[in-house]
């Protein structure tokens, strides 16, 4: 077999070391090395004595990224599917490895998966980080509400939010000493005054000290993470100042607010040609159908398994369009959601956000609302036949005239 690449290398990444094998014209060498800088920086000066041009290694968990960050700039680096190289059964040591996945790349026979660039990579590390915290908070608030739950406080039988102004200031009040009812009552703001006699029967319990205690350091918790939240918020628009345009033509979209737009634009990024068409990133993305053919029958379509935090962001973006007015998306969600089942709806509507976004970046165009009757207008003879079918049925001569 022609061997494509003269100079290569393959590396078995592991925690604390890496295994290298590299193929020159000269012969085959292998080398172990400490993944600590002082051992990374030797590979790389050993890679460069023996003139390697290109570099793979499987994606092994983060420990990967180290190492393609000190190499990138001096090889062309590849990291690949591990389920894409494995090796023959029975023959499994990190020397073998090393050895395979060099012979591979010498012919040419694997495929580098995509490796966004430092700035895209920098992104993914900040709003992964600031999904994570928000999730945090969520189970935070979720801690809170099991404690009042224990001290028989009913609050979120009334308000909407238990994290709200008032809400907020009758549990300082609590965590204070306060116990009165009609007092902590009192405190509420709002529209939420149109609840006093409510909000006192839900607020009479029995909280102990112990219970005080805990809701001062979920409180405590809470107003740490929402500075943290802040602070990432602030950092990541100052990295996305230079692609304010797109990002507002984006955020016209119903159902996506900023926040998911720098979730979505870090994981897919700003350049649209790695992608030639929709179906392209679409299918990259996994959230289209799964290709699965055979004997001229086609079988389970499952989208399977991806970016998962691109995947959370399009489905919540889906989420919030079903509840839009007279929109082209929500309809599209009903009109699944009634056949399919509300999940494959969520999808489906996730994969026209991400088609949206991509012609957005692509062809620096602005979205354009089809409205929510689109489907109505495609089909129109249909609609008509149907209702006036139902119509009649219930005992009514229909006489149709153009408004």
């Known amino acids: 077999m022609e061997a494509i690449y003269k100079r290569c290398c393959g590396l078995d990444v592991h ?156 549990l300082e009040a609590m965590v204070s000493g306060v116990e009165d009812p009609e007092e902590l009552a009192q405190m509420a703001k709002g529209r939420m005054r149109t609840k006093l006699p409510q909000l006192e029967e839900a607020l009479q319990g029995l909280m102990g000290a112990h219970q005080r205690m805990m809701l001062q350091t979920q409180l405590s918790h809470l107003d740490f993470l929402d500075q943290a939240i802040a602070q990432l918020d602030e950092e990541i628009a100052n990295r996305m100042l230079p692609f304010e345009q797109p990002i507002r033509q984006i955020d016209e979209v119903p159902g996506i607010n900023r926040r998911t737009v720098e979730d979505v634009l870090a994981e897919i990024g700003m350049d649209m040609s790695r992608f030639p068409t929709n179906r392209h990133i679409s299918s990259w993305a996994k959230i289209c159908p799964g290709n699965n053919q055979s004997a001229g029958k086609r079988r389970n379509g499952r989208t399977g398994h991806a970016n998962k935090w691109l995947r959370t962001a399009l489905v919540q973006g889906a989420q919030s369009a079903s509840h839009t007015k007279n929109t082209y998306l929500s309809a599209q969600y009903h009109r699944i959601a009634s056949r399919r089942g509300k999940n494959k709806a969520k999808v489906a509507v996730a994969h026209s956000i991400l088609v949206i976004i991509y012609h957005i970046l692509r062809d620096g165009v602005s979205f354009k609302e089809l409205g929510g009757n689109y489907f109505d207008k495609l089909r129109s003879s249909d609609v008509i036949r149907s209702s006036v079918r139902r119509i009649e049925k219930l005992g009514y001569k229909v006489v149709l005239e153009p408004a």
């Open 15 to 170: 925690k604390k070391s890496i295994t290298a094998c590299i193929i020159t014209p000269e012969g085959q060498e292998t080398r172990t090395f400490s993944t600590m800088t002082k051992g990374l920086l030797e590979l790389a000066d050993w890679l460069a004595k023996h003139q390697i041009t290109h570099v793979a290694m499987e994606s092994t968990g983060v420990y990967w990224k180290p190492v393609y960050n000190l190499l990138e700039d001096e090889f062309t680096t590849m990291v690949v599917n591990a389920q894409h190289i494995k090796a023959v059964p029975g023959r499994k040591t990190d020397v073998k490895d090393a050895e395979w996945i060099a012979e591979l790349l010498r012919h040419g026979l694997i495929k580098a998966s995509f490796i966004p660039d430092r700035w895209q990579r920098e992104m993914r590390e900040l709003t992964r980080y600031r999904r994570s915290i928000i999730q945090e908070r969520s189970r935070e608030v979720n801690r809170i509400q099991k404690v009042l739950e224990g001290a028989n406080i009913k609050l979120s039988s009334v308000a909407t939010d238990v994290m709200g102004v008032s809400a907020r200031a009758m």
